[in-house]
């Protein structure tokens, strides 16, 4: 059986930095500036911010509020001007280009709006290059992990499809099974379901929440005021900075080891997989 749904793995290694090692995602007095040609921009200004293992965190705020590039500073997609950020027990802010790309690939499943699928590879080609690129399992083990993956977001007819020929919603689909190719403890995603109908937004919705119930972190941006009151913390941002924190449920905060995965995503490759809340449509 394939497991889809991993510990995060942090260790001894935070006492010596002094990180609480509750902590999955720790930001310390982060700032970033943007050149521009009407000077600088200062996008963040000072935030503070830790996430705990099996956290659903939304981000939520207008646009230009500094949402994405908090959540940039998170996956490592851009360095900060100024401060420290651990995630999963690595120091992000000093990895250089080469060595975020590796540690991405193992840590951090993300997911964006616009899909990000590479037009020239197959549906499955597309879940397969996470592995690849981390030389994770074998040839074999990786087309059957991608299967398995497109199985449980039920696009499994779509796997030797280009991505071109799919709905937005398919291709949303096959996005979030290429997050967890890897099995990373940590997904982040921005606004996901902004270019989705409602019934697929919902649908791809509840499976977020059964990744969280299951142990998964997970951090998403959202213009959603629906999808925001589910969510069992709420961070509001204005003007790059952290106006309010809202935490609605802090026994959602549990270790995930003890969260039991449903049946359903515990089935081997091939069988039938409809996880609570999945894709019906």
Known sequence: MWKIFGKSNVNSNNAKRGVDDTHLIDLRDIKKVYKTEAGDFMALKGINLSI????????VGKSGCGKSTLVNMITGIDHPSNGEVYVNDSAIHHLDEDRMAAWRGVSMGVVFQFFQLLPTLTVIENVMLPMDFCNKYTRRERRERAMYLLNLMEVTEQAKKLPTMLSGGQQQRVAIARA?????????????????????????????????????????????????????????????????????NPARTTNPATVAPPKALSVAPGAPVHAEGAFNA
């Open 52 to 59: 705990d293992r099996g956290e659903f965190v939304g981000i």
């Open 180 to 248: 967890l190719a890897n099995d990373p403890p940590i997904i982040v995603a921005d606004e996901p379901t902004g270019n989705l109908d409602s019934k697929t937004a919902e649908a791809v919705f509840n499976l977020f929440e059964s990744l969280v119930n299951q142990g998964k972190t997970f951090v998403m941006v959202t213009h959603d005021a629906e999808m925001a009151r589910r969510m069992n913390r709420v961070i509001s941002m204005t003007d790059g900075q952290i106006v309010s924190d809202f935490i609605r």
